[in-house]
């Protein structure tokens, strides 16, 4: 199994980030977009994630320094009260996908989104058939909140939505710094 090192992103990944993430769009369905975006808008988004404090991570094979996915952390909704929740993004290089990377992400973005003070983490998973993201998630403590059937059409058909929600530090138990 290839080793992988976690650490930001900066602009110099963003070409492998945005080939990822059109691999994603054209292929799969964890994400509803159907255009892939082209790397100025991935870097606007790269941007809006940073003005907020919060956390966009690559993984690089350790041989060569490779992106092989990245994974970010935005507000659940652009509204302030929603400031403290956040919700995950993770994707994976084919080519790196069963190796593990994807929970590697998920706890590097957990663990910095606590730190940034984030209290709720939420993932909204495309396509109720991922049963990779859906363990992925569920192995690192998500609890599955409810189903949206049929709320996407992708691939000329109908995908549901999952969303799980997991508390980060003290959680809703203290009010937030």
Same mark, same amino acid.
Request: hydrophobic share 45%.
């Given at each position: 199994?290839?080793?992988?090192?976690?650490?930001?992103?900066?602009?110099?990944?963003?070409?492998?980030?945005?080939?990822?993430?059109?691999?994603?769009?054209?292929?799969?369905?964890?994400?509803?977009?159907?255009?892939?975006?082209?790397?100025?808008?991935? &870097?606007?988004?790269? /941007?809006?994630?940073?003005? !907020?404090? *919060?956390?966009? =991570?690559?993984?690089?094979?350790?041989?060569? #320094?490779?992106?092989?996915?990245?994974?970010?952390?935005?507000?659940?909704?652009?509204?302030?009260?929603?400031?403290?929740?956040?919700?995950?993004?993770?994707?994976?290089?084919? &080519?790196?996908?069963? /190796?593990?990377?994807?929970? !590697?992400? *998920?706890?590097? =973005?957990?663990?910095?989104?606590?730190?940034? #003070?984030?209290?709720?983490?939420?993932?909204?998973?495309?396509?109720?058939?991922?049963?990779?993201?859906?363990?992925?998630?569920?192995?690192?403590?998500?609890?599955?909140?409810?189903?949206?059937?049929?709320?996407?059409?992708?691939?000329?058909?109908?995908?549901?939505?999952?969303?799980?929600?997991?508390?980060? #530090?003290?959680?809703?138990?203290?009010?937030?710094?």
């Amino acid at each position: 199994m290839p080793e992988f090192s976690i650490r930001p992103a900066t602009a110099a990944d963003l070409a492998s980030i945005t080939a990822i993430y059109r691999h994603h769009v054209l292929h799969g369905t964890g994400t509803f977009e159907t255009q892939p975006p082209d790397e100025p808008e991935m &870097q606007r988004r790269m /941007q809006e994630v940073a003005s !907020r404090g *919060l956390p966009w =991570l690559v993984a690089t094979r350790a041989e060569g #320094g490779l992106v092989m996915g990245f994974a970010y952390a935005n507000w659940f909704r652009p509204r302030e009260a929603f400031r403290f929740t956040v919700e995950d993004s993770i994707y994976i290089a084919p &080519q790196a996908q069963r /190796q593990g990377l994807g929970g !590697r992400l *998920l706890d590097a =973005l957990i663990d910095a989104c606590t730190a940034c #003070g984030a209290r709720q983490m939420l993932a909204v998973i495309g396509d109720a058939a991922n049963a990779g993201s859906i363990g992925v998630h569920g192995a690192k403590g998500f609890t599955e909140m409810g189903r949206l059937p049929a709320v996407g059409w992708k691939f000329e058909r109908w995908l549901d939505v999952v969303l799980m929600q997991r508390a980060l #530090g003290a959680g809703a138990e203290t009010t937030p710094a």
